[in-house]
């Protein structure tokens, strides 16, 4: 057995559901956007009820919450700004992701209990930038994605023991330098800088010549076209030793604008990983749980620039891809019934079920569909009216918010 390893499993959650699905999953805490001043304006984020709820929700089981705050203000935005941070305080949120100096300035001034997490935005990638930040009155900082390994630890050296290292080690990332990207306002009239981001690198592109005007010129990788902005995703499972040795806390999952099912298959493989961590040094990660992050919907996998390197940009398609198709999410066990389960995607009888679940007994495991029930008894043999319940008689005493899913 090695030492305690202090460290958090920080999930991504666009709304309500997908943060009772992240700590269904294993999550430590869960950061969120509220309905203002976060960078992703088109992800459905949380009404005020809604924040003050999922705060509730969160603190009654021993995790923390996180908002995020960090668009790059403008003048008009301040007037709001004041009671917004009160009011975050007030209904307990733990801590504010911010950017902007003034918006910093805001919450020391008119929420001065809440912790100030500064965000990657700021694309802070030395440890004087992370000193100085700390210095503000700063607790976290989430550091670049730009950040080896080895500067990291070096940040970690220099920072004080009470501010922390909160990192991305999977999902989606940006083209441009910590996000700092100027192609969607240009192209679409949309800043992503202000949460509004039409993902323009994900397009595809052609060149023209500068002395053959209108004549394009295709760059072929494919038959579908080149996408020569598009970047890969991060995963970095196999590597949590690393990143607890270079002083990183907090472990965050990109993707407040993907599906329950991603956040609870990521979340799900990431905790696993890292218990295994805490109770070996040595762990390995099994071939199951590397297997888990190719059943979600990705792009080509990198380790970023974590170890130096530079391969992020993918050259494949910009289309994330997924081989496996959220059918139902349990909703209880009956001994007589079987499993109870809100129907997602179409199945039937016949069809082999996967189970994904936090509870080792059944992760990984399938169930053969045998039978198919309604609520009123009667046998469905094709199950195609979603959220009807439905129930699967089965030995398997699967959880409340467990997920069956199929091979497409």
């Known amino acids: 057995m090695c030492e305690t390893v ?21 999550a430590d805490a869960v950061y969120v956007g509220g309905s203002n001043f976060s960078l992703r304006a088109n992800a459905k984020n949380f009404s005020r ?8 929700y969160v603190g009654e089981r021993g995790k923390k919450i996180y908002v995020a705050v960090n668009v790059f203000a403008k003048n008009d935005d301040f007037a709001a700004l004041p009671e917004y941070l009160a009011y975050l305080q007030e209904i307990g949120v733990d801590g504010v992701i911010v950017t902007d100096p003034g918006v910093i300035e805001f919450c020391k001034k008119y929420a001065p209990v809440l912790e100030i ?32 390994l080895a500067e990291i630890r070096e940040i970690r050296d220099y920072l004080p023991d009470d501010v922390q290292i909160e990192a991305f080690v999977h999902g989606a990332m940006c083209i441009s330098y910590s996000g700092r990207c ?42 579908r076209g080149t996408y020569i902005l ?18 990183v806390y907090s472990f965050k999952i990109e993707g407040r604008m993907k599906s329950q099912y991603y956040v609870a298959s990521v979340v799900n493989a990431y905790r696993k990983a890292i218990d295994g961590f805490a109770a070996d040094k040595n762990y390995k990660v099994p071939p199951l749980l590397s297997a888990e992050l190719e059943k979600n919907s990705h792009r080509d996998y990198t380790t970023g ?22 059918i139902a999410l349990v909703k ?8 109870a389960v809100e129907m997602r995607n ?3 009888v016949g069809d082999t079920l996967e189970i994904l679940s936090p509870d080792d007994r059944y992760f990984g495991k399938t169930l053969e569909v045998k039978e198919i029930y309604d609520e009123n008894g009667n046998a469905v043999s094709d199950a195609k009216l979603v959220q009807q319940t439905l129930y699967i008689p089965t030995g398997y005493a699967l959880g409340k918010d467990d997920i069956l899913r199929k091979k497409v």
């Open 117 to 148: 997490h500064i965000s990657t935005q700021a694309n802070t990638t030395n440890k004087y930038a992370a000193k100085f930040w700390a210095d503000q009155g700063a607790k976290r900082i989430v550091l670049a994605r730009e950040t080896s």
């Open 49 to 56: 009820e809604q924040l003050k709820e999922a705060c509730r």
């Open 305 to 326: 620039f974590y170890f130096g390197e530079k391969d992020s940009v993918c050259t494949d398609t910009s289309q994330p891809e997924c081989d496996y198709e959220f």
């Open 6 to 26: 202090k460290t958090e499993l920080l999930a991504p959650a666009g709304d309500f559901e997908k943060l009772k699905t992240a700590l269904h999953f294993g």
């Open 346 to 348: 179409r199945f039937r």
């Open 332 to 339: 209880g066990y009956d001994e007589k019934k079987g499993v």
């Open 182 to 223: 100027l192609l969607s306002a240009v192209l679409a009239g949309r800043s992503g800088n202000r949460g509004d981001c039409v993902q323009a690198c994900r397009w595809e592109y052609e060149i023209t010549e500068k002395n053959r005007k209108g004549q394009r010129l295709p760059v072929f990788e494919d038959d």
């Open 230 to 247: 598009n970047s890969k995703d991060l995963n970095m499972l196999e590597h949590i030793g690393e990143l607890v040795d270079s002083g």
